[in-house]
């Protein structure tokens, strides 16, 4: 389902990835371990082609890095769900409005709209917040949100960057926990993080990424 | 449906959002439509003028002694086609005689024994064109006639006239064309501190897979909204304005003020319309190249 061939991007001022190859299956659940500056953020945005790679090939599904149109990443976006350690939640809507905002963006039906978020709320246990701004979620909380948001448009992969960086401990586990859920049922997730001793021991697949290169897949 | 129905109520919704952008855009739509509006009032104003001024224009042309009053009236009809002539009045040399003797009391024949005055046509010039009135080529194609003894008109004063209103209209389409491109880049730059303001927005928009005119639609349906709002205070302020001065106008200078209050609504809301629309869509467009 995604497959990095050879992949390279260095930035202006140095840092990037170089020469990763990669492949995460439909149902995988993978976990890319580094520390910070090591090139897990960089290697998520090429996958979500937020940046392009300037060596090498990203795939995903049927859309090809060197191939799509700038016109076409919205739609390649659409099949992924992505979850950030600074949440990324707009403070101006309620937790009910940011969760529907992939669904409007898709043009789901406004009936629909109601029957998928409360879903998705419920599936991360945030019911009877719905009428909540993020200001007045706790750190977790929005975390999950930030989950179900994710969930919410049923994507084919879920991208989670240090999704439980601004969490405590037992949140973190929580978190990891509920990704796990998701995974389950049927989405293949990466996430990156810093942390080893999280995820060691959960029988997934650990993808090690140092000074912008994988070692260990 | 459902999702032109969600963009057009986040357009609505930004308005309160972006409460001081949404001021800003606002008021200055609502300045250049009030000066818009003043320019648009004192053109339709000055055309009247002008239109009352041409009505005054009047071209005499006198014949020759022997030319017949069949004659006269054909070549009557023949100036009325010439580029420029709104209408033609024969004065045969009978008329004449009667002119004379209505405006001296006397009748001409007892006093010289004939009727020496000529027979004349007075050309009336079109009022309502938007170009200067050209006397010249006019006078130039009469002279043409053989039949044509004289041709009487007032010619520098109408060339002065013309020139005067063509600087004048000149002038208010220079001013009004600035005001407008002023206010497009005061629109421009408003709503890109909005945008600014809504970087994250743009941001998650983009990464749940919204496209470019996705991301574009609510600013720019703010940005009606902010041309529209802008254009109806503006529209207040001027049509409140002229009914409460135009009676201190007309009692001061006599002078009637004319304007068409639809008209002049309809043509404030479109361009606030099209400039926020312009405005809004250069600034979105230029940051999401």
Same mark, same amino acid.
């Given at each position: 389902?995604?497959?990095?061939?050879?992949?390279?991007?260095?930035?202006?001022?140095?840092?990037?990835?170089?020469?990763?190859?990669?492949?995460?299956?439909?149902?995988?659940?993978?976990?890319?371990?580094?520390? #910070?500056?090591?090139?897990?953020?960089?290697?998520?945005?090429? =996958?979500?082609?937020?940046?392009?790679?300037?060596?090498?090939? +990203?795939?995903?599904?049927?859309?090809?890095?060197?191939?799509?149109?700038?016109?076409?990443?919205?739609?390649?976006?659409?099949?992924?769900?992505? /979850?950030?350690?600074?949440?990324?939640?707009?403070?101006?809507?309620?937790?009910?409005?940011?969760?529907?905002?992939?669904?409007?963006?898709?043009?789901?039906?406004?009936?629909?709209? +109601?029957?998928?978020?409360?879903?998705?709320?419920?599936?991360?246990?945030?019911?009877?917040?719905?009428?909540?701004?993020?200001?007045?979620?706790?750190?977790?909380?929005?975390?999950?949100?930030? /989950?179900?948001?994710?969930?919410?448009?049923?994507?084919?992969?879920?991208?989670?960057?240090?999704? #439980?960086?601004?969490?405590?401990?037992?949140?973190?586990?929580?978190?990891?926990?509920?990704?796990?859920? /998701?995974?389950?049922?049927?989405?293949?997730?990466?996430?990156?993080?810093?942390?080893?001793?999280?995820?060691?021991?959960?029988?997934?697949?650990? =993808?090690?990424?140092?000074?912008?290169? /994988?070692?260990?897949? | 449906?459902?999702?032109?129905?969600?963009?057009?109520?986040?357009? &609505?919704?930004?308005?309160?959002?972006?409460? &001081?952008?949404? @001021?800003?855009?606002?008021?200055?739509t609502f300045l250049t439509l009030s000066v818009t509006g003043s320019l648009i009032i004192a053109t339709e104003n000055t055309n009247k003028v002008i239109e009352y001024l041409r009505d005054k224009?009047?071209?005499? %042309? @006198?014949?020759?002694?022997?030319?017949?009053?069949?004659?006269? *009236?054909?070549?009557?009809?023949?100036?009325?086609?010439?580029?420029?002539?709104?209408?033609?009045?024969?004065?045969?040399? !009978?008329?004449?005689?009667?002119?004379?003797?209505?405006? @001296? $009391?006397?009748?001409?024949?007892?006093? %010289?024994?004939?009727?020496?005055?000529?027979?004349?046509? *007075?050309?009336?010039?079109?009022k309502n064109?938007p170009?200067?009135?050209?006397?010249?080529?006019?006078?130039?194609?009469?002279?043409?006639?053989?039949? %044509?003894?004289?041709?009487?008109?007032?010619?520098?004063?109408?060339?002065?006239?013309?020139?005067y209103y063509?600087?004048f209209v000149?002038g208010m389409t220079?001013l009004l064309?600035?005001v &407008?491109?002023?206010?497009?880049?005061?629109?421009?730059?408003? *709503?890109?501190?909005?945008?600014?303001?809504?970087?994250? &927005?743009?941001?998650?928009?983009?990464?749940? $897979?919204?496209?470019?005119? @996705?991301?574009?639609?609510?600013?720019?349906?703010?940005?009606?909204?902010?041309?529209?709002?802008g254009a109806l205070l503006a529209s207040i302020l001027l049509i409140g304005g002229l009914s409460l001065g135009e009676d201190i106008l007309q009692s001061v200078t006599g002078l009637k003020l004319q304007y068409d209050t639809l008209f002049l609504i309809s043509v404030l809301c479109g361009t606030g319309?099209?400039?926020?629309?312009?405005?809004? !869509?250069?600034?979105? !467009?230029?940051?999401?190249?």
């Amino acid at each position: 389902m995604i497959r990095l061939d050879n992949v390279s991007y260095t930035y202006e001022k140095g840092g990037g990835v170089s020469n990763v190859n990669l492949s995460l299956g439909d149902d995988e659940y993978a976990f890319l371990i580094g520390p #910070t500056g090591s090139g897990k953020t960089t290697l998520l945005r090429l =996958i979500y082609l937020d940046l392009f790679p300037q060596v090498g090939r +990203v795939e995903i599904d049927k859309y090809k890095s060197d191939k799509i149109k700038r016109r076409k990443i919205p739609y390649l976006r659409r099949k992924i769900g992505m /979850v950030f350690q600074d949440y990324h939640l707009l403070d101006d809507r309620n937790l009910f409005d940011n969760i529907a905002l992939p669904l409007h963006v898709i043009g789901v039906e406004k009936d629909e709209i +109601v029957e998928r978020v409360n879903d998705s709320i419920e599936e991360v246990g945030l019911e009877g917040k719905e009428n909540h701004f993020p200001m007045e979620l706790s750190g977790g909380e929005q975390q999950r949100a930030c /989950v179900a948001r994710a969930l919410v448009k049923d994507p084919d992969i879920i991208l989670a960057d240090e999704p #439980t960086g601004n969490l405590d401990p037992v949140t973190s586990f929580e978190l990891i926990k509920l990704l796990e859920e /998701v995974n389950r049922e049927g989405a293949a997730i990466l996430m990156a993080s810093h942390n080893y001793n999280l995820i060691k021991g959960r029988g997934h697949r650990i =993808i090690e990424i140092q000074n912008g290169t /994988v070692r260990q897949s | 449906m459902d999702k032109m129905m969600f963009l057009f109520s986040e357009g &609505l919704k930004n308005l309160w959002r972006h409460k &001081l952008t949404a @001021f800003s855009a606002i008021f200055s739509t609502f300045l250049t439509l009030s000066v818009t509006g003043s320019l648009i009032i004192a053109t339709e104003n000055t055309n009247k003028v002008i239109e009352y001024l041409r009505d005054k224009y009047k071209i005499e %042309v @006198f014949f020759k002694q022997n030319i017949s009053d069949n004659r006269v *009236v054909a070549l009557a009809k023949e100036f009325n086609s010439i580029r420029g002539i709104r209408s033609t009045t024969v004065i045969t040399k !009978s008329d004449a005689e009667k002119i004379f003797k209505s405006q @001296f $009391g006397e009748n001409i024949l007892d006093m %010289v024994g004939y009727n020496p005055l000529p027979a004349s046509c *007075v050309l009336n010039i079109v009022k309502n064109q938007p170009d200067a009135v050209k006397i010249r080529p006019i006078i130039d194609r009469l002279r043409t006639y053989p039949e %044509v003894d004289e041709v009487n008109y007032q010619g520098r004063l109408i060339n002065r006239i013309e020139s005067y209103y063509q600087k004048f209209v000149k002038g208010m389409t220079g001013l009004l064309i600035f005001v &407008l491109l002023i206010s497009v880049l005061i629109i421009s730059n408003t *709503v890109r501190l909005t945008i600014f303001a809504k970087e994250e &927005l743009i941001k998650a928009l983009q990464l749940i $897979g919204a496209t470019r005119s @996705f991301v574009k639609a609510p600013f720019v349906i703010e940005g009606v909204f902010h041309g529209l709002i802008g254009a109806l205070l503006a529209s207040i302020l001027l049509i409140g304005g002229l009914s409460l001065g135009e009676d201190i106008l007309q009692s001061v200078t006599g002078l009637k003020l004319q304007y068409d209050t639809l008209f002049l609504i309809s043509v404030l809301c479109g361009t606030g319309i099209l400039i926020s629309l312009v405005g809004s !869509s250069r600034a979105i !467009s230029k940051y999401l190249k």
